[in-house]
């Protein structure tokens, strides 16, 4: 038997917990728990505090307000345009630090990565530039690099996901060649012709488009120089004459490209274009539309003799307005009030001949004044039904309006009719016309009808 009670050394249950906890090292983390995860991924913090006291940068352009620098922008155009060789001119102007078409460029190096047109092709196109801007070809060879890619252009391709089973672009092993060039190279422009030929994917899938797009804009970002890439694509069949998007496939490349431009031909004439810029979401758009004329060696050139460059001189911009909107009344063709309508203002009046482009530089700076037109009395939302039965609004002239302009009113029967059962397939086509004019109208129906009638009773 033992001598004495060893249980009086033995601490109290709550004592003896917490000798423990004094005894036991506390571990990393909150309180003495288990250490806190840490995120898989984090997010860079934007620096608000600083916005006025260290602003950043302004965007800065390789080409002035048309190409961002350290962005992806779009060259669109049909094949034969002269996309290619517009992209070739603005690699040999920046290279030489000299304006292109009237507007000022950023000097510096510029890479043409060319995977559909090879050497000899190349070679002729910029004899004919280095001719046409005065440029000589050893100074220009310092300043500018071409690789021909079209053995092997794919910088994006499709490759499955074994688990998902699903397709996403992958960059190629040319992708980290074009990298490593131009991480040696630290040009400020890079050309990329074209979309077609670097991207093997589906351009209609929209996470392929902009996983693609994305890896290029890596290059913008990652690369010391930060050049501008321009992308070449082209532009779908329906987009002819200004119907249809400028770009062909999924609206992940537009929406994936923080610019875009656009070559258009004109409608009778291949030989003038019109280059565009369709979107900026930098800065404001401000520039204008530059009307182009090929030239011997299929270089561009401004066309002296292009229409609309200038405002009308000796009419105020506001009647320029109302005597446009004045000929869509009397066309039958309906200019919509409301900003996202396909037709509202901007869309149905900007491509008009006399359209005052220094203006109404854009469609906010044109829906202003037509609101403002609206407060004076000079036009008025008329309600209409269109082949649906459905309640639509158009602009149309006040009696004030057409005075302005020195004109009176469309009387009742020749004025377009707001309330339609014909079907409209073209609204950009349609025109009114008195229904006794109409072969086969309504009324002629009606009455062929009435005589076939007449001619059963009376054989009867």
């Given at each position: 038997?033992l001598e004495?009670d060893?249980?009086?050394n ?12 004094e ?8 309180d003495g728990?288990?250490?806190e995860p840490q995120p ?26 048309m190409?961002p620098?350290?962005h992806i922008?779009?060259?669109s155009?049909?094949g034969g ?6 992209a070739?001119?603005l ?7 000299l304006?292109?078409l ?8 510029v890479l043409?990565?060319s995977?559909?047109?090879?050497e ?8 004919a530039?280095?001719h046409?801007?005065d440029?000589n070809?050893?100074?220009l060879?310092e300043?500018?690099?071409v ?14 996901d ?15 060649r074009?990298?490593?060039?131009l ?7 890079v050309?990329?012709d ?5 991207f ?13 797009v994305?890896?290029l804009?890596?290059?913008c ?7 501008a890439i321009l992308?070449?694509?082209h532009t779908?069949?329906?987009?002819v004459?200004g119907?249809g998007?400028?770009?062909s496939g ?7 490209a ?5 070559l258009?031909?004109a409608?009778d ?11 900026l979401?930098?800065g ?12 011997h060696?299929?270089v561009?050139?401004?066309d002296?003799?292009a229409h609309?460059?200038?405002?009308p001189p000796?009419?105020?911009p506001t ?6 909107l ?8 309906r200019v919509?009030p ?9 869309a ?7 359209f ?10 044109l ?14 939302r ?9 309640s ?17 009113a469309?009387?009742?029967s020749s004025?377009?009719?707001y309330?339609e059962s014909a079907?409209v397939?073209?609204p950009?086509m349609?025109?009114?016309s008195?229904?006794?004019?109409r072969a ?13 009638l007449?001619?059963l009773s009376?054989g009867?």
């Open positions: 038997m004495r060893w249980t009086q033995v601490a109290p249950y709550g004592d003896e917990r917490q000798l423990c906890r005894s036991v090292s506390e571990p990393f983390g909150v728990g288990f250490p898989l991924v984090d997010l860079p913090r934007v620096d608000v505090s600083g916005v006025i006291d260290a602003p950043s940068p302004p965007p800065d352009f390789v080409w002035d307000g190409v620098r350290g922008c779009l060259l155009g049909h345009s002269g996309k290619s060789t517009l070739l001119q690699a040999v102007a920046v290279a030489m630090g304006p292109l009237g507007v000022s460029t950023t000097p510096g190096r043409v990565f995977g559909e047109d090879a000899p092709l190349l070679r002729h196109r910029l004899a530039l280095c046409a801007l440029a070809p050893h100074a060879a300043r500018l690099l690789l021909d890619a079209t053995e092997n252009p794919a910088l994006g391709e499709s490759v499955r074994r688990k998902t089973g699903r397709d996403f672009i992958a960059p190629t092993t040319v992708y980290g074009l990298w490593e060039i991480t040696e190279y630290q040009p400020v422009l050309v990329v074209n979309a077609s030929d670097v093997e994917g589906n351009e209609n899938d929209r996470s392929q488009v902009r996983g693609f994305r890896s804009a890596r290059i970002r990652q690369v010391g120089s930060h050049p992308l070449l694509t779908p069949k329906q987009a004459n119907r998007e400028s770009y999924s609206t992940a490349w537009h929406n994936s923080r610019a875009r431009l656009s258009t031909p409608k004439d291949d030989s003038r274009l019109t280059l565009s810029l369709d979107k979401n930098i404001p758009r401000t520039a204008e539309p530059l009307h182009l004329v090929r030239s060696g299929g561009l050139d401004l002296e003799n609309d460059v200038e405002d000796n009419e105020s009647s320029t307005l109302l005597r446009l004045a000929d869509f009344v009397r066309r039958g063709e919509s409301e900003p996202k309508a396909h037709t509202n203002a901007w149905m009046l900007r491509e008009e001949m006399g005052p482009r220094k203006k109404y530089r854009n469609a906010s700076a829906l202003t004044a037509m609101r403002q037109l609206e407060r004076d009395g000079l036009i008025s008329e309600d209409y039904r269109d082949a649906y039965r459905k639509r609004t158009a602009w149309a002239l006040t009696a004030k309006g057409w005075e302005a302009i020195g004109e009176s469309p009387s009742a004025a377009p009719s309330d079907p397939t073209a950009y349609s025109a009114p008195a229904p006794s004019c086969g109208g309504m009324g002629d129906r009606a009455r062929t009808h009435k005589d076939a007449g001619d009376d009867q």
